[in-house]
């Protein structure tokens, strides 16, 4: 079984190695980026399956991964975590393709959200239609539940 690719990016390098260490090694192949312009230039030219992003500050930085990612690699899932939720970037970063918009998610929530949506029969790899797969309302948002 090949691992699948996962992308981790954020402003914070070690939120994004809590995050990374939370996932199996031997289920992942992960890359790290902390800086948002990397991130979105690796989401870019490279394929990976699932993508997390940290939301940036109040300019939204996340956006330009969302939007590259789209462009050249549609299939590409992105769940963009949110340092407080902020309601002028939800809706951005759902329309912009985002599977999901969490605040604050605990390590083992990115894993569970990730493994759903990447088993999910509906993801676009699987179908052929394109695009990102935006928010399935099939799926419980695990974090919420939890609490």
């Not at 190695?17 to 996932?23: K, P, Q, V």
């Not at 050249?72 to 939800?90: E, G, K, M, N, Q």
């Not at 599977?99 to 052929?128: G, K």
Request: one cysteine or more; hydrophobic letters at 40%.
């Amino acid at each position: 079984m090949t691992p699948g690719r996962v992308l981790i990016i954020g402003n914070n390098l070690q939120d994004c190695l809590t995050y990374a260490a939370s996932l199996p090694a031997a289920r992942y192949d992960l890359a790290v980026c902390n800086s948002f312009d990397a991130g979105a230039d690796r989401a870019e030219k490279e394929e990976f399956d699932f993508v997390t992003v940290d939301q940036g500050g109040p300019k939204f930085e996340a956006r330009n991964v969302l939007e590259r990612a789209a462009r050249f690699h549609p299939h590409i899932l992105v769940l963009v975590i949110a340092a407080s939720l902020d309601l002028h970037c939800d809706p951005d970063a759902l329309e912009l393709g985002a599977v999901d918009y969490p605040e604050r998610p605990e390590p083992e929530d990115i894993q569970w959200e990730m493994e759903t949506r990447l088993r999910d029969p509906a993801h676009p790899s699987r179908d052929n239609s394109g695009g990102l797969c935006g928010r399935s309302p099939a799926l419980p948002i695990h974090a919420a539940a939890k609490n």
